[in-house]
């Protein structure tokens, strides 16, 4: 089985700094040696604001490059987009600048920088950016046209908001059931299975955890497969694929239902709010768990493990849809070149080759339909696929912000013993006062 590269968080580290002090064996009255002191503490101190100088520009707003478009790409695919870029530029006969934005400075500052005319003309993106970019008339539309059926469904039904399209789709992600082969050998079908095969794990002492599946304290995001499962759902959608702020259904029948299978899960000792992503990883990754609930993002963790990436299993005999993510290539509404922009997305960013090269910088499934079918081979491709087929793209609406926190506590309260209906209950509630409902 192709493995994915390890992803790696690069965490902040402050320099603490210990200035030199002298010894009790040192003369009171040597003032060449205070001064020699006094020298070394100020370059120590000027070290440390050129650090932290520097430290403030690496976080300092990017300011539009000097060129005729300009793309704003992450660390991770600028090094794809760059040649493509270059190659429009020639045909075209214009300058092209590829800028490294961290993915996660990208959202806030084309909301600030491109009303000011220091922004991009294309960005990468999320879709579930959507809800605030659309809102801030910050995001221009992009018609695929005939293209759009070249795109996975899930994939197009992501960048639609209100009905129009706002990006170009070239990556897929969701969470699916990873399997340790050893300690079960063979696929679940259903959540009942895979609690069965988890707990007798943990008894004969084979296992830690029944199933490696995040909390810490609750997991709106990786619990949403059993909710759909169960029939229920965040926000209703409409025959386009539309998300209605006004339906509401984490306190519909099939919400509650999932409710009560989680309280069932926590009464069987198989979740609990102490189950964090970090524990996730150690547990599966040093073969004491079964079964793993994560992303493509953890696979490289696994390395030791013989797993199968597999669909998550069914609730009720009903198909479990997790959550999808999709990014894609988006377009400023401040473009000072939007024939070009639009130009170079759908023509150069659209193609097979553009999209299997952002597949093997980030290892996400493509939207692409043929770039997706020429790696299906992999058996996690496959695998995250098929658990993808039935899922729901995270809904990009500004009342998303809402949910969140609400529904985490109400998981917290379930796996502190609280009623689980009540639990749902009461965040739906919480919810709908929070959006005005």
Not at 62 to 67: C, H, M, S
Not at 251 to 280: K, W
Not at 331 to 355: C, H, I, K, P, Y
Request: include cysteine; charged fraction near 25%.
């Amino acid at each position: 089985m192709k493995r994915y590269r390890k992803w790696i968080a690069l965490v902040p580290v402050a320099a603490l700094v210990l200035a030199a002090c002298g010894t009790d064996e040192e003369p009171a009255d040597e003032p060449v040696e205070e001064v020699e002191e006094t020298e070394e503490a100020e370059e120590e101190e000027e070290a440390v604001e050129e650090e932290e100088e520097a430290e403030e520009d690496e976080e300092a707003a990017p300011v539009r490059a000097d060129a005729d478009l300009v793309i704003w790409a992450d660390d991770t695919r600028r090094d794809v987009v760059e040649p493509f870029a270059e190659q429009f530029g020639d045909e075209q006969g214009i300058s092209v600048a590829v800028q490294e934005v961290p993915f996660d400075q990208i959202r806030e500052n084309v909301v600030i920088q491109g009303p000011a005319g220091q922004g991009p003309d294309i960005f990468i993106g999320a879709h579930d950016w959507l809800g605030e970019m659309v809102e801030s008339g910050v995001v221009a539309p992009l018609d695929l046209g005939g293209a759009a059926d070249d795109f996975l469904e899930v994939a197009t039904q992501a960048f639609a908001y209100d009905g129009t399209n706002y990006g170009l789709p070239y990556a897929i992600e969701n969470i699916a059931l990873i399997r340790n082969t050893e300690l079960a050998p063979e696929p679940v079908e259903t959540l009942d299975d895979m609690v069965e095969v988890g707990l007798a794990a943990v008894e004969a002492g084979d296992a830690d955890l029944p199933v490696a599946w995040q909390q810490d304290p609750g997991d709106p995001f990786h619990n949403y497969w059993v909710v759909t499962g169960a029939g229920g759902y965040v926000f209703g959608q409409a025959d386009d694929g539309s998300y209605l702020a006004d339906d509401i259904g984490i306190d519909s029948e099939g919400g509650l239902r999932a409710a009560e299978i989680f309280g069932e899960l926590y009464e069987q000792d198989v979740l609990n709010q102490d189950i964090s992503y970090d524990i996730m990883i150690d547990t599966f990754s040093s073969g004491r768990a079964p079964f793993a609930v994560t992303g493509p993002w953890a696979l490289g963790d696994f390395e030791g493990v013989d797993f199968e990436v597999e669909p998550l299993p069914a609730i009720d005999g009903n198909p479990a849809g997790p959550f999808v993510g999709v990014q894609g290539f988006m377009l400023s509404a401040f473009a000072e070149n939007e024939l070009a922009a639009r130009t170079f997305v759908l023509d150069f960013m659209g193609t097979a080759d553009a999209q299997l090269e952002l597949y093997e910088a980030g290892n996400r499934p493509p939207a692409l339909v043929d770039a997706f079918e020429q790696v299906q081979d992999d058996p996690a491709v496959a695998g995250f696929g098929a658990a993808g087929e039935d899922g729901r793209p995270m809904p990009a609406i500004p009342e998303m912000g809402s949910v969140w926190e609400a529904w985490t506590l109400a998981y917290t309260n379930i796996f502190s013993g609280a009623d689980p209906e009540e639990s749902f209950e009461e965040a739906a509630n919480q919810i709908r006062e929070l959006i005005g409902l």
